[in-house]
């Protein structure tokens, strides 16, 4: 069994930043990969940027924006998330996959003046 812990989220300018925090905790292996979606109101959830094996993707909504790394001593992924927009306002949740996918709870990120 995993568990995700997401952290990080909270209210930020446009222009701002924010970085985004997923502690996991279980049956973690490194070849798995870990990455995060986000879902805004009224909107289906939509992925963001995964990261495995050193290999980073993003969505073209983020890229040149966002950074995804992860600490596999820590069992840690982040989301350095700069120039931010009013439509990045969501719940994100990071994900971990491997023979399953397991999901955290999401925390909230807000971009508003």
């Known amino acids: 069994q995993v568990q995700l812990v997401e952290s990080g989220g909270g209210l930020v300018q446009p222009g701002g930043s924010l970085r985004l925090s997923c502690i996991a905790s279980?049956?973690?292996?490194?070849?798995?990969?870990m990455g995060w979606h986000r879902q805004a109101p009224g909107k289906q959830r939509e992925w963001v940027a995964t990261?495995?094996?050193?290999?980073?993707l993003y969505a073209d909504s983020v890229k040149g924006r966002f950074t995804i790394s992860r600490d596999n001593a820590k069992n840690t992924v982040y989301l350095q998330m700069n120039s931010l927009k009013p439509e990045d306002t969501a719940v994100y949740f990071c994900?971990?996959?491997?023979?399953?996918?397991?999901w955290g709870q999401g925390t909230q990120v807000t971009v508003s003046l």
């Open positions: 994900n971990y996959i491997s023979r399953y996918t397991y």
């Open positions: 279980g049956s973690i292996s490194r070849f798995g990969a």
């Open positions: 990261v495995s094996s050193d290999v980073q």
